[in-house]
């Protein structure tokens, strides 16, 4: 009986420490917005709309709304690791979701036949593990276009970011003049963006033809 005894007190501890553990460990709230699927739905846009990745609409986070048009279970991602999902969801329902709504720091205009080694979207708050937990050390979990995710560490973000301008410069280089201009909701980070929005009139913004 005694021993029984103490195996509750412990669990009882243990339950304690783990909630004031989860407090500190998820500031924003335990999410699964997770970076893996939403570099999968990024690739299966893509094969709707000729290779392109979301654009065309008034800012990049808006862009990155057209996820959830295309595929409407995407919708709780959109909020990030710091934004409710139920808050972005419904800012998406109502039409108002856009910066202030979007958890992902997003660069749009992309193709899948760009450099896979370049970031296409990012956490807006830092240092959060892939559940929203708090992580010291780390900037931000990148997703890539190629596919894959990342955690680049606060030591290694300024290379990170040089690289990333290095990766956009021959990008945008490339571009034919009627291609989607690359737009960037993270100035603080890329710098100011060069190209005008270019919201496309008439038909579906992400259909345009490499």
Same mark, same amino acid.
């Given at each position: ?88 969801? =419904?800012?998406?329902?109502?039409? #108002?979701? /856009? %910066? ?6 997003? !660069?749009? +205009?992309? @193709? ?70 690359? =737009?960037?909701?993270?100035?603080? #980070?890329? /710098? %100011? ?6 919201? !496309?009139? +008439?038909? @579906? ?6």
């Amino acid at each position: 009986m005694q021993l029984l005894l103490l195996l509750v007190a412990a669990v009882a501890v243990l339950a304690v420490v783990g909630r004031l553990g989860h407090r500190y460990l998820f500031p924003y709230g335990y999410t699964h917005a997770c970076s893996k699927y939403l570099a999968i739905s990024f690739r299966l846009y893509a094969n709707d709309h000729g290779g392109w990745f979301p654009h065309g609409e008034s800012s990049p986070e808006a862009s990155l709304g057209l996820l959830a048009k295309h595929d409407p279970t995407t919708v709780y991602l959109l909020g990030g690791k710091h934004i409710p999902s139920s808050v972005a969801a =419904q800012a998406f329902t109502n039409g #108002t979701f /856009g %910066p202030e709504m979007c958890g992902w720091h997003y !660069v749009e +205009g992309l @193709h899948v036949d760009d450099d896979p080694d370049v970031a296409v979207a990012w956490d807006k708050v830092t240092g959060l593990g892939h559940n929203g937990e708090r992580r010291r050390g780390f900037m931000h979990e990148v997703v890539f276009l190629g596919g894959y995710t990342e955690f680049i560490t606060k030591s290694a973000w300024t290379e990170f970011v040089n690289k990333q301008k290095e990766k956009l410069e021959r990008v945008i280089a490339s571009r034919c003049t009627n291609d989607p201009p690359i =737009q960037w909701s993270d100035e603080a #980070t890329l /710098g %100011p963006n060069r190209f005008a929005p270019q919201t !496309v009139i +008439g038909h @579906h913004p992400s259909t345009t033809a490499q």
